[in-house]
């Protein structure tokens, strides 16, 4: 049995980028990447994707994936990827399995590597945790906010009375590269964060996502530039 499943959600339309998801990004298609990274995971039993798009799910299977084929009513921009990833539990249960665990991966954070999953599913089992979401920490930002009335004001420090970097309360930026629930949470709660929540901190250089063109020549420099574009990606 498949007790920890791997789900891709990858739509076909795309306003930033037309055909995002297949755009190609250092010689593959954007999500051969996750597929890929998910694959050489030793936590994860199996990896699916879930899409509007035939084109993308041909891609998916080629690169060793199982495809879902998304309702287009929960296929639209505005869809959440929570809805993605509940009817892809209910068609992976459909076919015999009942995983325990899903990692929820976003196509267009590819900078990562498989490590990351087995790192992080050993701090959500370490810790108990029910959820985990990746993020990076902000330890050296200093914050500010627009407020209607004041102005510019700072969030996480006081500029009258400024702490030394060490002395500033540890904050984290969810980053969106993956996330690790519970499938019964998930159920439960309709959502990919609830009961007990864990985070998994990666790399400042692993934040990077694919929202415009620009994006994807930041993206191959940083892979190229911190080995993760071998065939068996296995360290960062």
């Not at 370490?126 to 102005?151: H, K, Q, S, Y």
């Not at 994807?216 to 911190?226: D, F, H, N, S, T």
């Amino acid at each position: 049995m498949d007790k920890t499943v791997a789900v891709i959600p990858a739509r076909g339309g795309s306003k930033g980028i037309p055909g995002k998801n297949l755009v190609p990004l250092l010689g593959k298609p954007l999500i051969a990447w996750s597929i890929e990274q998910a694959k050489d995971a030793q936590c994860i039993d199996s990896v699916w994707v879930s899409s509007d798009s035939q084109e993308i799910l041909k891609v998916a299977e080629h690169y060793g994936a199982k495809g879902i084929l998304r309702p287009t009513e929960i296929a639209h921009d505005t869809a959440s990827s929570e809805s993605a990833w509940l009817h892809a539990l209910d068609e992976i249960e459909r076919l015999g399995h009942h995983p325990v665990h899903m990692i929820g991966i976003q196509a267009t954070s590819p900078i990562r590597a498989s490590v990351d999953f087995d790192l992080a599913m050993a701090t959500f089992k370490r810790e108990a945790c029910d959820t985990l979401f990746t993020a990076m920490e902000m330890e050296d930002f200093l914050v500010w906010r627009i407020d209607p009335e004041d102005g510019y004001v700072p969030v996480n420090y006081d500029y009258k009375n400024r702490q030394m970097r060490q002395q500033i309360e540890k904050r984290f930026l969810e980053n969106g590269s993956f996330y690790i629930m519970d499938t019964k949470i998930l159920r439960s709660q309709q959502n990919r964060l609830g009961g007990k929540i864990g985070i998994y901190a990666m790399e400042k250089y692993k934040m990077f996502q694919i929202d415009t063109r620009e994006d994807i020549k930041l993206c191959e420099v940083v892979m190229q530039g911190y080995n993760l574009v071998g065939d068996c990606v296995l360290s960062g």
